[in-house]
């Protein structure tokens, strides 16, 4: 399979969920797995567990999949990073802010440190649109309109329950929740119970609220006792 690559050549399946569990690109997958070397390593990039053939290639191996979890950066990472690029040390901002920001995704955090204004100076502030775009693409576009909107009625809480996502936004909501956390970045568990969005993902769910009902939830949200 890696003959005709050269060495020190990886191979990369991106967006792995999307693909058929019994179809060719899987198993294609599952025997890549099975010749890979150090010369030429497997990735498989997926948001969802891998099928039954790839997933047992992984297991004799010894290579379980790596949670998304742990891609996001440290404080100590990301500060490292912007110390290797001179244009990311000038960019004018901090790791500490970047990473309040972004909780060390990467993707974000590269955007945020392109921003620059029309003149082509940098700047500190953030390609929101672009974000966005990113969030949308990435995820949020997968996931059916009531799913979507369930998201966007705990979107107004700062962090939450499972029990406090559906007060909020209805019976649907935790189970939303549920399925987005599988996702990994994008929601935090910040105790044993109690979790948040990413800064990016509620700035996101709650642009697109209607203004009449981004009333109603900020008000429902006032008024629901923390648990």
């Known amino acids: 399979l890696f003959s005709r690559l050269r060495r020190r050549t990886a191979l990369v399946f991106e967006d792995f969920h999307q693909v058929a569990p019994d179809g060719a690109v899987a198993r294609?997958?599952?025997?890549?797995?099975?010749?890979a070397s150090r010369d030429h390593p497997v990735v498989l990039v997926s948001r969802a567990p891998?099928?039954?053939?790839?997933?047992?290639?992984?297991?004799?191996?010894?290579a379980p999949p790596l949670p998304s979890r742990e891609l996001l950066l440290t404080h100590d990472e990301l500060d490292r990073l912007m110390q290797l690029r001179p244009e990311w040390r000038r960019s004018g901002h901090s790791a500490s802010e970047l990473?309040?920001?972004?909780?060390?995704?990467?993707?974000?955090?590269?955007?945020?440190?392109?921003?620059?204004?029309?003149?082509?100076?940098?700047t500190a502030g953030y390609p929101e649109?672009?974000?966005?775009?990113?969030?949308?693409?990435?995820?949020?576009?997968?996931?059916?309109?009531?799913?979507?909107?369930?998201l966007g009625g705990v979107a107004f809480l700062p962090d939450f329950t499972l029990d406090e996502a559906a007060r909020q936004a209805g019976a649907g909501a935790a189970?939303?929740?549920?399925?987005?956390?599988?996702?990994g970045a994008l929601i935090e568990q910040i105790g044993a119970h109690r979790m948040r969005f990413h800064p990016l993902l509620q700035a996101f769910l709650r642009e697109r609220v209607p203004p009449a009902r981004a009333r109603?939830?900020?008000?429902?949200?006032?008024?629901h006792p923390r648990e």
């Not at 294609?28 to 010749?35: K, N, T």
């Not at 109603?216 to 008024?223: I, N, T």
């Open 129 to 150: 649109s672009e974000l966005f775009a990113l969030l949308a693409e990435d995820v949020l576009d997968e996931l059916d309109a009531e799913t979507r909107s369930a």
């Open 99 to 122: 990473m309040s920001r972004t909780r060390g995704w990467l993707a974000a955090v590269i955007l945020a440190l392109s921003a620059r204004d029309r003149v082509g100076r940098e």
């Open 28 to 35: 294609a997958a599952a025997i890549a797995l099975d010749q």
């Open 175 to 183: 189970s939303a929740v549920s399925e987005l956390f599988r996702h």
């Open 50 to 62: 891998p099928p039954p053939s790839v997933a047992r290639a992984l297991a004799l191996r010894g």
């Open 216 to 223: 109603e939830l900020r008000q429902r949200g006032a008024l």
